[in-house]
Protein backbone atom coordinates (compact mmCIF):
# COMPACT_ATOMS: atom_id res chain seq x y z
CA UNK A 1 0.00 0.00 0.00
CA UNK A 2 1.12 3.65 -0.44
CA UNK A 3 2.01 5.40 2.53
CA UNK A 4 2.43 8.98 2.90
CA UNK A 5 3.38 10.27 6.42
CA UNK A 6 3.21 13.09 7.88
CA UNK A 7 5.67 13.63 11.06
CA UNK A 8 3.11 15.89 12.99
CA UNK A 9 -0.47 15.39 13.36
CA UNK A 10 -0.99 17.87 15.94
CA UNK A 11 1.17 21.10 16.43
CA UNK A 12 0.68 23.83 18.75
CA UNK A 13 3.54 27.59 17.62
CA UNK A 14 3.18 30.87 18.47
CA UNK A 15 2.54 33.80 15.75
CA UNK A 16 6.20 34.51 14.74
CA UNK A 17 7.66 31.04 15.45
CA UNK A 18 9.22 29.08 12.03
CA UNK A 19 7.11 26.20 11.79
CA UNK A 20 8.24 23.27 9.20
CA UNK A 21 5.64 20.28 8.46
CA UNK A 22 7.68 17.39 7.30
CA UNK A 23 6.06 14.95 4.93
CA UNK A 24 7.42 11.21 3.43
CA UNK A 25 6.03 9.12 1.21
CA UNK A 26 7.33 5.67 0.30
CA UNK A 27 6.23 4.71 -3.54
CA UNK A 28 8.48 6.64 -5.35
CA UNK A 29 6.54 8.70 -6.49
CA UNK A 30 7.60 12.43 -8.57
CA UNK A 31 4.91 14.46 -7.77
CA UNK A 32 4.12 15.83 -4.17
CA UNK A 33 1.37 18.37 -3.10
CA UNK A 34 0.82 20.73 -0.43
CA UNK A 35 -2.71 21.15 0.25
CA UNK A 36 -4.30 23.31 2.98
CA UNK A 37 -8.12 22.22 3.98
CA UNK A 38 -10.39 24.98 5.71
CA UNK A 39 -13.99 24.63 6.48
CA UNK A 40 -15.94 25.51 3.26
CA UNK A 41 -13.08 26.59 1.17
CA UNK A 42 -12.19 22.85 0.19
CA UNK A 43 -8.64 21.74 -0.66
CA UNK A 44 -6.34 24.92 -1.66
CA UNK A 45 -2.86 23.65 -3.24
CA UNK A 46 0.09 26.12 -1.65
CA UNK A 47 2.94 24.25 -3.25
CA UNK A 48 3.66 21.31 -5.77
CA UNK A 49 6.78 19.24 -6.91
CA UNK A 50 7.30 17.21 -9.88
CA UNK A 51 11.05 16.31 -8.90
CA UNK A 52 13.72 16.61 -6.58
CA UNK A 53 14.25 20.44 -6.20
CA UNK A 54 11.61 21.64 -8.31
CA UNK A 55 8.29 23.20 -7.25
CA UNK A 56 5.95 25.44 -8.38
CA UNK A 57 3.43 27.62 -6.56
CA UNK A 58 0.17 27.10 -6.32
CA UNK A 59 -2.84 28.80 -5.21
CA UNK A 60 -2.02 30.19 -2.13
CA UNK A 61 1.63 30.22 -1.91
CA UNK A 62 2.00 33.70 -0.08
CA UNK A 63 3.63 33.14 3.70
CA UNK A 64 4.97 29.27 2.97
CA UNK A 65 8.02 28.05 1.30
CA UNK A 66 8.86 24.48 0.46
CA UNK A 67 11.75 21.92 0.13
CA UNK A 68 12.35 19.00 -1.40
CA UNK A 69 15.91 17.68 -1.33
CA UNK A 70 15.06 13.97 -1.97
CA UNK A 71 12.44 12.29 -3.80
CA UNK A 72 10.72 10.74 -0.92
CA UNK A 73 10.67 14.38 1.59
CA UNK A 74 8.51 16.85 0.75
CA UNK A 75 8.64 19.85 3.57
CA UNK A 76 6.49 23.10 4.20
CA UNK A 77 7.66 25.78 6.09
CA UNK A 78 5.75 28.72 7.81
CA UNK A 79 8.87 31.42 7.68
CA UNK A 80 6.98 33.44 10.28
CA UNK A 81 3.92 32.00 11.57
CA UNK A 82 0.32 33.44 11.87
CA UNK A 83 -2.93 32.93 13.36
CA UNK A 84 -4.76 32.98 9.83
CA UNK A 85 -2.37 29.96 9.43
CA UNK A 86 -4.31 27.72 11.79
CA UNK A 87 -5.57 25.26 9.47
CA UNK A 88 -5.33 21.31 7.91
CA UNK A 89 -2.32 20.54 5.85
CA UNK A 90 -2.17 17.71 3.61
CA UNK A 91 0.73 16.55 1.90
CA UNK A 92 -0.20 14.44 -1.41
CA UNK A 93 1.99 12.55 -3.78
CA UNK A 94 1.61 10.89 -7.37
CA UNK A 95 3.19 9.37 -10.34
CA UNK A 96 4.51 11.13 -12.77
CA UNK A 97 3.09 10.61 -16.03
CA UNK A 98 -0.64 11.45 -16.55
CA UNK A 99 -2.91 13.84 -14.61
CA UNK A 100 -5.08 10.56 -14.23
CA UNK A 101 -3.70 9.16 -11.68
CA UNK A 102 -4.73 8.81 -8.15
CA UNK A 103 -3.70 11.02 -5.70
CA UNK A 104 -2.52 9.43 -1.90
CA UNK A 105 -3.09 11.71 0.58
CA UNK A 106 -1.59 11.94 4.65
CA UNK A 107 -3.54 11.86 6.98
CA UNK A 108 -3.22 15.55 7.84
CA UNK A 109 -1.55 17.86 10.50
CA UNK A 110 -3.59 20.26 12.52
CA UNK A 111 -1.75 23.11 12.73
CA UNK A 112 -2.59 25.84 15.81
CA UNK A 113 -1.43 29.22 15.98
CA UNK A 114 -1.87 31.60 19.01
CA UNK B 1 -8.60 26.60 -16.86
CA UNK B 2 -10.91 24.06 -14.96
CA UNK B 3 -13.37 24.18 -12.02
CA UNK B 4 -15.46 21.95 -9.99
CA UNK B 5 -18.50 22.82 -8.48
CA UNK B 6 -20.18 20.66 -5.79
CA UNK B 7 -24.02 21.83 -5.57
CA UNK B 8 -24.76 20.89 -2.29
CA UNK B 9 -22.53 21.59 1.17
CA UNK B 10 -24.27 19.59 3.58
CA UNK B 11 -26.64 16.12 2.82
CA UNK B 12 -28.54 14.79 5.45
CA UNK B 13 -29.72 11.34 4.57
CA UNK B 14 -31.66 8.30 6.64
CA UNK B 15 -29.50 5.06 7.03
CA UNK B 16 -30.70 3.01 3.83
CA UNK B 17 -31.83 5.36 1.82
CA UNK B 18 -30.38 6.21 -1.68
CA UNK B 19 -28.06 9.51 -2.05
CA UNK B 20 -26.69 11.52 -4.91
CA UNK B 21 -24.02 14.37 -4.26
CA UNK B 22 -24.08 16.10 -7.09
CA UNK B 23 -20.80 17.42 -8.66
CA UNK B 24 -20.24 19.78 -12.04
CA UNK B 25 -17.12 20.58 -13.83
CA UNK B 26 -15.94 23.01 -16.66
CA UNK B 27 -13.29 22.83 -18.52
CA UNK B 28 -11.43 24.00 -22.13
CA UNK B 29 -9.87 20.20 -22.63
CA UNK B 30 -10.90 17.01 -22.27
CA UNK B 31 -10.92 15.75 -18.18
CA UNK B 32 -10.20 13.33 -15.91
CA UNK B 33 -12.64 12.94 -13.22
CA UNK B 34 -12.62 11.59 -9.75
CA UNK B 35 -14.06 11.56 -6.20
CA UNK B 36 -12.13 11.30 -3.25
CA UNK B 37 -13.51 10.71 0.24
CA UNK B 38 -12.60 12.00 3.74
CA UNK B 39 -13.66 10.19 6.79
CA UNK B 40 -13.60 12.30 10.38
CA UNK B 41 -9.46 12.76 11.15
CA UNK B 42 -8.66 11.39 8.21
CA UNK B 43 -6.82 12.37 4.88
CA UNK B 44 -8.67 11.58 1.59
CA UNK B 45 -8.76 8.17 -0.38
CA UNK B 46 -9.71 7.61 -3.52
CA UNK B 47 -13.66 6.47 -4.54
CA UNK B 48 -13.53 6.12 -7.78
CA UNK B 49 -12.21 7.96 -10.90
CA UNK B 50 -13.25 8.10 -14.69
CA UNK B 51 -10.49 7.65 -17.28
CA UNK B 52 -12.38 6.72 -20.64
CA UNK B 53 -14.87 4.16 -21.66
CA UNK B 54 -17.75 3.28 -20.27
CA UNK B 55 -19.47 6.63 -18.32
CA UNK B 56 -20.65 4.72 -15.18
CA UNK B 57 -17.71 3.93 -13.06
CA UNK B 58 -17.66 2.19 -10.07
CA UNK B 59 -16.00 2.34 -6.91
CA UNK B 60 -15.28 1.60 -3.89
CA UNK B 61 -18.02 0.87 -0.79
CA UNK B 62 -20.95 0.83 -3.67
CA UNK B 63 -20.63 4.24 -4.86
CA UNK B 64 -20.75 4.62 -8.59
CA UNK B 65 -20.65 7.71 -10.59
CA UNK B 66 -21.61 8.64 -14.07
CA UNK B 67 -19.83 10.87 -16.22
CA UNK B 68 -22.28 12.96 -18.65
CA UNK B 69 -20.15 15.27 -20.98
CA UNK B 70 -23.08 16.74 -22.21
CA UNK B 71 -23.92 18.07 -18.54
CA UNK B 72 -19.90 18.42 -17.48
CA UNK B 73 -21.67 16.44 -14.94
CA UNK B 74 -20.12 13.70 -12.39
CA UNK B 75 -22.51 12.78 -9.93
CA UNK B 76 -21.76 9.94 -7.16
CA UNK B 77 -24.70 7.79 -5.98
CA UNK B 78 -25.50 5.00 -3.75
CA UNK B 79 -28.71 3.35 -3.54
CA UNK B 80 -28.16 2.69 0.27
CA UNK B 81 -25.96 4.41 2.74
CA UNK B 82 -24.72 3.13 5.54
CA UNK B 83 -24.10 5.15 8.94
CA UNK B 84 -20.35 4.46 8.05
CA UNK B 85 -20.55 6.22 4.92
CA UNK B 86 -20.83 9.70 6.92
CA UNK B 87 -17.53 11.60 5.29
CA UNK B 88 -16.83 14.60 3.58
CA UNK B 89 -16.67 13.92 -0.48
CA UNK B 90 -14.85 15.60 -2.69
CA UNK B 91 -15.10 16.25 -6.59
CA UNK B 92 -11.77 16.19 -8.52
CA UNK B 93 -10.91 17.27 -12.10
CA UNK B 94 -7.95 17.40 -13.87
CA UNK B 95 -7.48 18.50 -17.48
CA UNK B 96 -6.06 15.54 -20.09
CA UNK B 97 -2.50 16.11 -21.23
CA UNK B 98 -1.51 20.02 -22.71
CA UNK B 99 0.22 21.02 -19.71
CA UNK B 100 -1.89 20.88 -16.28
CA UNK B 101 -1.43 17.75 -14.15
CA UNK B 102 -2.78 19.18 -10.86
CA UNK B 103 -6.53 18.05 -10.34
CA UNK B 104 -8.91 20.80 -9.01
CA UNK B 105 -11.17 20.26 -5.66
CA UNK B 106 -14.19 21.06 -5.23
CA UNK B 107 -15.44 22.56 -1.67
CA UNK B 108 -16.45 18.97 -0.90
CA UNK B 109 -20.11 17.93 0.67
CA UNK B 110 -20.50 16.79 3.81
CA UNK B 111 -22.83 13.55 3.91
CA UNK B 112 -24.47 12.91 7.02
CA UNK B 113 -26.35 9.63 7.10
CA UNK B 114 -29.04 9.78 10.31
CA UNK B 115 -30.15 6.38 12.01
Known amino acids: DVKVTQSSRYLVKRTGEKVFLECVQDMDHENMFWYRQDPGLGLRLIYF???????EKGDIPEGYSVSREKKERFSLILESASTNQTSMYLC?????????????FGEGSWLTVV | AQSVTQLDSQVPVFEEAPVELRCNYS??????LFWYVQYPNQGLQLLLKYLSGSTLVKGINGFEAEFNKSQTSFHLRKPSVHISDTAEYFC?????????????FGRGTSLIVHP
Open chain 2, 27 to 32: SSVSVY
Open chain 2, 92 to 104: AVSGRGGGSYIPT
Open chain 1, 92 to 104: ASSLAGSSGNTIY
Open chain 1, 49 to 55: SYDVKMK
